[in-house]
């Protein structure tokens, strides 16, 4: 995997070359044919999410300023294809329902609002036939800057308290979603999840059995927080139809089938949760400072 620190780099140097090699693997989607949108749309946004997370393991080193000048941009070029990435997973997740409900009874069941949502999809992307035209110039330019970021000084001290604040913040967002299980502090824990999923990726190397282990784990839970989201993302634009007759008896169908599962998710996210997030936040962080200090002895030898 390229999103990941090598032995024989320096961290500033690795960091540099994960921002750069997330910003060409963004670029690349922006090439890929009209009829293959949605999808290039989809992995854009997740390599441009992949930065972001990388981009706070320096934060305090590069400064706030400049940190929130490339982070704002980044998350602004994101916004730009928002609507067709939106219109996207709606469509796929009543297509992924529909594929788990493929036998003969349930084949057709959503057929009206599956064919409504592509009509939807298709739109957006007519819509947004030039989003690279938009974004490539703005994303090059990001990768320029990035590119001399200072970086010399950058301490694994500061790597491992970036990484332990994504944990602690994840942590207070379990306790909010546990507090108030509504669908926003469930988005706003996933968020934090998928961050620190990312950072914990990038940082496996300093102990493959161990941080593999735990990243693995956080992918597992953003997996599940998302499927939860998609589902919540979907009921919310079927309310929009709740005056079309035609659409009433599938609409029906689909929100009790998306309600009884996302109990189930909800339940099995914050079982995970509960586990995940067992460690104090200092003990989290020492532990990440112990990995630290292995691999940069074993790197001395």
Partial sequence: MSYRLKARESLANGLKRIFCEEIDSALIQTRRPPRQRGQAVHEFRKHLKKLRAAFSLVADEVGKDRHDLEDRTVRQVAKVVAKVRDAHVRLQTVIQIRKQLCDDEFGKVFEKIEGLLLLEAESFYAAFAGWEEQVVPRLKAVRERVSRWPLGKLSWKQVCAAVANSYRRGRNRLADALEKPDPENFHSWRKEVKDLWYQLRLLAPLNRIVLEKIA??????????????????????????????????????????????????????????????????????????IFIEDWSGSRRK
């Fill in 216 to 289: 693995d784990d956080a992918k597992t839970l953003a997996d599940l927080l998302g499927q939860q989201h998609d589902f919540v993302f979907l009921l919310s634009r079927l309310d929009r139809e709740r005056d079309d007759e035609s659409m009433r008896g599938e609409r029906a169908k689909l929100e009790k089938l998306i309600r009884k599962r996302n109990k189930k998710l909800q339940r099995a996210a914050t079982e995970l949760g509960r586990h995940f997030y067992a460690e104090a936040p200092k003990a989290f962080a020492k532990r990440m400072s």
